[in-house]
Structures are given as C-alpha cells and as structure tokens.
C-alpha cells in the first residue's frame, strides 16, 4: 500500500546521502531541482556520483553554486587501468591518510559483506572509496537499477536506506548479469519511491515484499519557468511544429515517432519536428529519418541538447508534443509540455497514462503504433481550438498535480519518517 505522510511536525536537519550516476545530468533536471529545494529547507545534503559531470553550463540555476559543488563526492576512475593505477591510488592514499581509522571500518564493512556485492572486496572497497568518512540518516539511491552494489553501504553510514523507482528493471541489462539482482536489493531497503503506479506493481511483480513501506510521489517540475503567454495557433501558412525532448535512447521509441511524422507529411499536412536531446541513439533515429527524406528537406531537426531554460523556450514555440516511448516510468518532459500549454501525443508506455489524461490534456495511443499516432497528430493540426483546450487544459493539470514544492514538501516528509522509523 502506498503511503501519504500525516505528521505537521517537520525536522529539516536530517543528514541525507543522495546516491546517482552524476551530478548534474541534463536528463535528471528533476535532481538538481530537488536537491536545491532539499539544502533551501536546511536539510544536510551530500551528492555521491560514479563519475564527474561536464554538464554544469546546462543549468543555470547552479551558476556561481560553490556551495553544491562542495557537496559533490566523485567515485575514483574505473575507465582505465592507467587512471585506476595513478588517480585512483592516489585517492585511495589520501583517504588512508586523512580517515585512517574510518578506511579500516570500511575495508572490514566490505571484507564483511564482500558477497553480497557483485564485484567482490577489492572493486567494492575502490569503488566506494568515497564514503568513507561519512554518516547518514537516509541513504537515497535515486535510480533502484544503479543499487546492486550499493544497498550494504547503510550499514556502514548507519542510514536508513531508500530507492526510487524511476525506470524498470526489465529495460536494464542488470538482470541478464544478475538474475537474483532484485532479490538482493529489496532485502535491504528500509523505503521505497514510486513515481508511478506502474512501477510500484512492477516491484511486486518482481518480488518486491509488500510490506515494504512504499510513498507515491510523483515527478514535478519548476513551474515559475513557464508563464502564460504561449502559442496557440499557427501563423498563416506556417507548418506545424512538432516537438519531443527526451534523450536519444531506444526506450523513447523515436523510429515510432519519425514513422509518425512521415505520415503526417505524406497526408498532406505541413510540419516541422524538432527533436532536443542527445544520446547514444542518434545514428539510428537519423537513419529512419533518412529513410524517409525527412532530413534532407527539413521536416525532421537534431537540435541537439540545450540548457533547461531553452528547453522552455523550443516548447513556447511549439504547437504539439509527441512522445513515442516504448518504456517510460513516467517523463518529467512530457509535464513540462502540458505546463507550457502544449497538448501532447503519446504512447501507452509504463507511466505516461497517469501523466496525460487522455482525450483531455491530449491523446494517449498504443506503442509502437506510429499510424494511431498520426491519426491524433492529423486530428489536432486540423483542429486549432482543440489544441488550445487541451493545452490550456495541461497547463492547469500541470499547476495543480506536479509543482516542484508540493514535490519537495512530500519528499521532506518522507524523509523525516523513514528516518523515525524503528529498524
């Protein structure tokens, strides 16, 4: 059963470890603004990351933030023996050095736990060199998929530990590697995220014991980025503007999409489809794009990625977004479509139902189905005042179910009881 917390009684001054890949990440725009919220409400924050961002130019709002930076605790170099052999021994010194005491704790922490992580002793005591020295409440890994090799570390933190559900394990190679991998993660986990519906029964289904307290809260979003003043119709003979932001990923189904758009075009329909994100899918959502001659005569544009605040600015000048998943949680995009006054045309893919009320905010349709897509694009490009109300219809569902302080308030809660709560 998910849980709402009840208590008006609110201790901000909790230690909380905060555990992703990198920090920030153009993709994980709702990280950053959460974190900002979580250190504006006091709470004690510390970032642990795998790697190094190069991503800070993309958010402007951790401009001059020397305060987050300092918060930011970088695993040692895994990429290269020659890193491992000269930066990582470094790191490891140094560590010896400043917390000798606190790295033989943790050396007989990971000597003790050393089969439960997938990597064994060694990679376990290096890559989590950047612990040591450190104590919790709350031990969060935001992404439960990036946990195997994490969950034993609130014991030696001495937190209370909580995942967020945020993608399925199903779309991860993890489980093909490590077939007993959720098994392991979910006999350590004192809390558990949810951002959908969907990803809390695809837990169970996975084996997840539903006695494991469990908190919906859904994504959000920084609502004061969007104002009133949006597009509603086109100018006079001017094409449709499509728009998808999202990375370029196989689980965002962009060849369903191009498919899509070519269909739109050869009706007759005059558009535009910009598509804002990079990933490592580009070759082949070019290569469908040039199947179709998309590209060469500028229907279908590579904008590439951009920072958030141009985000908002590609969406005002848009007319429709479409979003073609074929696996999705539940798409903090796809709210900032609707909060910019966008209806939006969409799959079927785990959340995306709960985040657009179809035939209201805009049209949910079956994956990999680009001809229901299209029929929904025709519909809309033909019909100025039902985009209008289905955008202005989005942007009032936006305000009042995915505003980043409601978010933040509800994380705040979670957190003061997951921590109260006895082992």
């Known amino acids: 059963m998910l849980l709402s917390v009840q208590s008006d009684t609110i201790n901000p001054r909790l230690r909380l470890t905060i555990s992703v890949q990198r920090f920030p990440a153009p993709s994980e725009t709702f990280i950053v603004t959460k ?58 010194l140094k560590t010896l050095l400043r917390h000798p005491l606190e790295f033989f704790r943790f050396a007989r922490h990971c000597w003790k736990y050393r089969k439960s992580h997938p990597l064994g002793f ?21 992404f439960d998929t990036l946990a195997l090799g994490l969950t034993d570390m609130t014991y030696y933190l001495g937190s209370k530990l909580l ?26 986990v004192d809390g558990y995220h949810f951002i959908s519906q969907y990803l809390h029964r695809n837990a169970l289904k996975l084996g997840l014991n539903p006695a494991v307290p469990t908190w919906l809260i859904e ?3 920084d609502l004061t980025l ?15 503007k499509l728009i998808t932001v999202a990375r370029l990923a196989w689980q965002k189904g962009y060849e369903f999409a191009v498919d ?21 899918y580009r070759e082949p959502v070019e290569f469908a794009a040039r199947q179709w001659g998309l590209l060469q005569n500028g229907i279908i544009r590579f904008v590439g990625a951009v920072p958030r605040e141009q985000v908002v600015k590609h969406l005002t000048e848009s007319d429709i977004m479409i979003h073609a998943a ?16 966008l209806p939006v045309v969409c799959s079927d893919a785990g959340g995306l139902p709960e985040n657009v009320e179809d035939g209201v905010t805009g049209f949910v349709v079956p994956r990999r189905n680009p001809e229901a897509m299209a029929e929904k694009i025709i519909q809309l490009a033909h019909d100025p005042e039902l ?37």
Not at 45 to 66: H, K, N
Not at 391 to 406: I, P
């Open 387 to 423: 985009r209008k109300r289905m955008g202005e219809a989005g942007r009032v569902r936006a305000q009042n179910r995915f505003d980043l302080n409601h978010q933040i308030e509800a994380f705040t809660r979670l957190y003061q009881e997951l921590a109260a709560r006895e082992q």
């Open 260 to 280: 899509a758009v070519a269909l739109v075009h050869k009706a007759g329909v005059p558009i535009e489809y910009h598509i804002i994100g990079e990933g490592p």
């Open 219 to 221: 994504p959000a979003i």
């Open 163 to 188: 995942l967020s559900a945020r993608g399925t394990f199903q779309k991860m190679s993890v489980i093909d590697r490590y077939p007993d991998a959720p098994q392991r993660i979910y006999a350590d």
């Open 226 to 240: 969007f104002t009133a003043q949006q597009r509603t119709s086109n100018a006079l003979g001017a094409p449709l």
């Open 35 to 92: 974190v900002l919220g979580l250190l504006d409400r006091g709470f004690d924050v510390q970032i642990f990351t795998s790697a190094p961002s190069s991503d800070w130019g993309c958010f402007q709002v951790l401009a001059g933030r020397e305060d987050v930076r300092r918060r930011i605790h970088v695993a040692p170099p895994t990429d290269s023996l020659r890193k491992i052999l000269t930066i990582g021994l470094l790191i490891l």
């Open 122 to 142: 060694l990679k376990a005591l290096y890559s989590r060199l950047h612990f040591v020295g450190h104590r919790a409440d709350v031990l969060h890994i935001e």
């Open 326 to 341: 074929v696996e999705e949680g539940f798409c903090n995009a796809v709210i900032e479509g609707q909060a910019a006054g």
